[in-house]
């Protein structure tokens, strides 16, 4: 780095607070720096709110999609009376009752190759009053064990998290995004903020040569009281006055302007207690050395908008491989486990014949029994089989995946596009940096060979070989080159801004995170 010499700034630069009235107006007014206007912006810039909300939301995207492998747990319960008058004698006397209660849980899990995965546990009860039962009340319960898995159709980790993949995604999509904004903001803070710089650097520049004009015109005008100065060599100064008067009146309204820009920019509201804006700060003029080489390989790693279009192809390609996938038959593998269990009372018949009517006694058993029984695998039952589903859409058509690849290939083309696009900036940001910092010191010999030439020419006209005419024109003419010289050292430093926000480092050495944003929501 190196830095021009202070007193060339001092001098270019002329001080704020020769504007800053006394008094109760200045406690109305806000001095800041660019730093304090840029964190002022990212905390509470309207603009950025939209962006961290569609941050936050595509971040509860992936956590909804990350959902799909939670296991799922149900209940059922059953009751059920059944009262029917009895038509025969075999059946019981009068009415016919019973009852049937059931209930079960099952605990259901998808796994990461794309099938799904469950258990169960199911149990009932049966009670009634019709005769010839040899076990009443009964009690049965089965435990199953069931899996499904794809074979071609919808198989494979890539299948099955395609949700969370896209949704993660476009969460890195959505930072980017943001970051984006963020860059944006802090260039458009310090864009407006030098701006406002140069207007009000201007108005200083403007007011020094009203003020050269006016003892110009005071000096004529006692020349012309004394006989020395003819008067109509007085209408120059007084028609130089009157034009620069005008022009710091124009100059005040840009400076207002300017300060209404960085004011909606940082969200400050006016209000009786801040009325206007001072800045603080004045521009750093450091020379920077960057080659286009340098600039675009630290592009590559910082820009939000080649992250995010790379990304995106990312997203495209899941979605082809998808449509690939879906026109696959669905084979499906299924299996299946299950045992049961079964207890009851036991009626005990005269002979062990239901049909005599006359019981005996009974032998106790209740739900536990069929509980163990189901648990201790005590009667084995197994399946296993094939499914094979061949859609004829998929048979006949592609237009899914022909529609998945078009996108793919469009994305692609955007990418490219963007890529280009970044090149161009970036070019052009390094080359405004070089041009303008060669711009400084060619208006700044300018602007001293203005001062040199109108010291001469003051001279000259007090030794009464020039005219008033020919000063108020050396007095213009430096009058501009400072206003070149100031708008040079604006242009350099903007520029930088642009280079930053084109590789992608504003945040960085501003020292601004992501989260910072995130206050903008209160």
């Known amino acids: 780095m190196k830095i021009i010499g202070k007193k060339f700034l001092g001098f270019v630069f002329l001080s704020l607070s020769l504007f800053l009235p006394a008094g109760a107006q200045q406690d109305r007014q806000a001095k800041l720096t660019l730093d304090e206007c840029i964190v002022h912006a990212v905390k509470h810039n309207l603009g950025l709110a939209v962006q961290v909300y569609s941050s936050e939301l595509a971040d509860l995207a992936v956590s909804r999609a990350q959902e799909k492998f939670l296991p799922g747990l149900t209940f059922d319960f059953g009751k059920q009376n059944q009262n029917s008058a009895s038509y025969s004698w075999i059946d019981a006397a009068g009415e016919v009752t019973s009852s049937y209660m059931n209930y079960s849980a099952a605990l259901e899990q998808t796994i990461p190759l794309g099938g799904t995965f469950s258990v169960s546990l199911g149990a009932y009860k049966n009670q009634t009053n019709a005769r010839f039962q040899t076990i009443n009340p009964r009690y049965g319960s089965t435990l199953s064990f069931s899996f499904s898995q794809p074979l071609l159709k919808n198989f494979g980790l890539e299948m099955s998290r395609k949700e969370i993949l896209v949704a993660r995604n476009n969460r890195d999509i959505a930072e980017s995004d943001l970051k984006s904004a963020l860059l944006e903001t802090v260039y458009s803070v310090e864009q407006a903020y030098w701006e406002l710089v140069y207007a009000i650097e201007s108005q200083n520049v403007r007011r020094q040569s009203l003020k050269l004009a006016e003892d110009l015109l005071d000096k004529s005008r006692k020349e012309v009281n004394i006989g020395t100065l003819a008067p109509k060599e007085i209408l120059s100064p007084q028609a130089e006055v009157a034009a620069r008067k005008a022009d710091i009146l124009q100059g005040e309204l840009l400076v207002k302007d300017y300060a209404d820009n960085l004011r909606t920019l940082i969200h400050l509201p006016a209000t009786k207690t801040v009325e206007e804006i001072v800045p603080a700060d004045r521009p750093p003029f450091e020379k920077r050395d960057i080659s286009f080489e340098e600039a675009l390989a630290t592009a590559l790693k910082n820009r939000p908008d080649l992250k995010s279009s790379e990304i995106t192809v990312k997203n495209r390609e899941l979605d082809f491989s998808y449509a690939k996938n879906q026109t696959l038959p669905a084979l499906n593998l299924n299996a299946g486990y299950w045992s049961p269990g079964i207890s009851g009372e036991r009626i005990l018949y005269l002979d062990d014949n ?59 083309a955007r990418m490219k596009n963007t890529e280009q696009a970044a090149f161009l900036e970036i070019r052009s940001a390094v080359r405004a940096v070089q041009t303008n910092y060669e711009r400084v010191d060619a208006y700044k010999a300018a602007r001293e060979l203005a001062e040199q030439k109108l010291a001469a020419e003051e001279a000259k006209l007090k030794a009464g070989m020039s005219d008033s005419f020919r000063v108020l024109q050396y007095q213009r003419d430096l009058a501009q080159a400072r206003t070149f010289e100031l708008r040079a050292i604006i242009d350099y430093t903007l520029s930088l801004g642009r280079l930053d926000k084109a590789i992608g480092t504003s945040l960085d050495k501003k020292n601004i995170k992501l989260t910072d944003a995130w206050e903008v929501r209160s």
């Open 354 to 412: 239901p049909l005599t009517g006359i019981i005996l006694g009974s032998i106790p058993g209740g739900a536990s029994i069929a509980m163990r029984d189901a648990f201790g695998f005590r009667y084995n039952n197994w399946s296993v089989s094939l499914s094979l589903d061949v859609p004829l859409n998929t048979v006949f058509s592609r237009a899914a995946q022909a529609q998945a690849k078009a996108a793919l290939a469009q994305e692609l």
